[in-house]
């Protein structure tokens, strides 16, 4: 089973940036559904980027549209969140999650047998 080991979060102001990371160890995730999910707290964990590695297809909520973008670089095996405009209410523990074969719009965390240990965004005001 791959493993995955999230990095990247951190603390910014509103209006800033961060990129995580996202390294997968033991097999290629290539064939792999990718996906970033965050939990706020007390919130339910939310998908806020997904993408279909076999052919690149992407996939973001309203929320995030036109401010977040995922990426993948093969020659790395590694997954990334590029998140640009934050606002406060993206703080949140940021989680990459895999699952072998398609991408369904319909998947929820519960769908993803694979995650990472997760990483902390915070956005200040």
């Known amino acids: 089973q791959v493993q995955l080991v999230e990095s990247g979060g951190g603390s910014v102001q509103a209006g800033g940036s961060l990129r995580l990371s996202c390294a997968a160890y033991?097999?290629?995730?290539?064939?792999?559904?990718m996906v970033w999910f965050r939990q706020a707290s007390g919130k339910e964990r939310e998908k806020v980027a997904t993408?279909?590695?076999?052919?690149?297809?992407?996939i973001y909520p309203t929320s995030v549209k036109g401010r977040f973008s995922i990426s993948l670089d093969n020659a790395k095996n590694t997954l990334y969140l590029q998140m640009n405009s934050l606002k406060p209410e993206d703080t949140a523990m940021y989680y990459c999650?895999?699952?072998?074969?398609?991408?369904?719009?319909?998947?929820?965390?519960?769908?993803?047998?694979?995650w990472g240990q997760g990483t902390q965004v915070t956005v200040s005001s």
């Open positions: 993408i279909a590695t076999g052919y690149g297809s992407t």
């Open positions: 999650a895999a699952e072998l074969g398609y991408c369904y719009s319909s998947m929820t965390a519960r769908s993803f047998s694979t």
């Open positions: 033991r097999y290629s995730i290539s064939g792999y559904c």
